[in-house]
Nanobody
Framework: QVQLVESGGGLVQAGDSLRLSCAAS????????MGWFRQAPGKEREFVAA???????YYADSVKGRFTIARNNAENTVYLQMNSLKPEDTAVYYC???????????????????WGQGTQVTVSS
């Protein structure tokens, strides 16, 4: 079992920055990566970014160049630095743990077996 707790969301203006945090606890050996997804009202949950424990980061085209995913292994925390925020970034952001050995590609939500409760990010124009 892995517990994930997100924090750092809020209301900002277009062009501002936010940093989301995801604190992980529990049996992390069953995971091989961590990811961020988001879901806007009336839309499906979509992939934002992911980072593997070994190496490799992945980004959705819509956030590439603006968002950065990073991790602090000592603190079991994953971060999502979001710069140049746009109103279309408004959503609930979820942290998730990617299941070790899954055949689902890292950008697909089906490959994640633990999810946080989500944190709201609202970007005003």
């Amino acid at each position: 079992q892995v517990q994930l707790v997100e924090s750092g969301g809020g209301l900002v203006q277009a062009g501002d920055s936010l940093r989301l945090s995801c604190a992980a606890s529990g049996r992390a050996f069953s995971t091989d990566a961590m990811g961020w997804f988001r879901q806007a009202p009336g839309k499906e949950r979509e992939f934002v970014a992911a980072i593997r424990w070994g190496a490799g980061t992945y980004y959705a085209d819509s956030v590439k160049g603006r968002f950065t995913i990073a991790r602090n292994n000592a603190e079991n925390t994953v971060y999502l630095q979001m710069n140049s925020l746009k109103p279309e970034d408004t959503a609930v952001y979820y942290c998730a743990a990617h299941k070790l050995g899954t055949t689902y590609w890292i950008t697909l939500s089906s490959g994640y077996h633990y999810w946080g409760q989500g944190t709201q990010v609202t970007v005003s124009s």
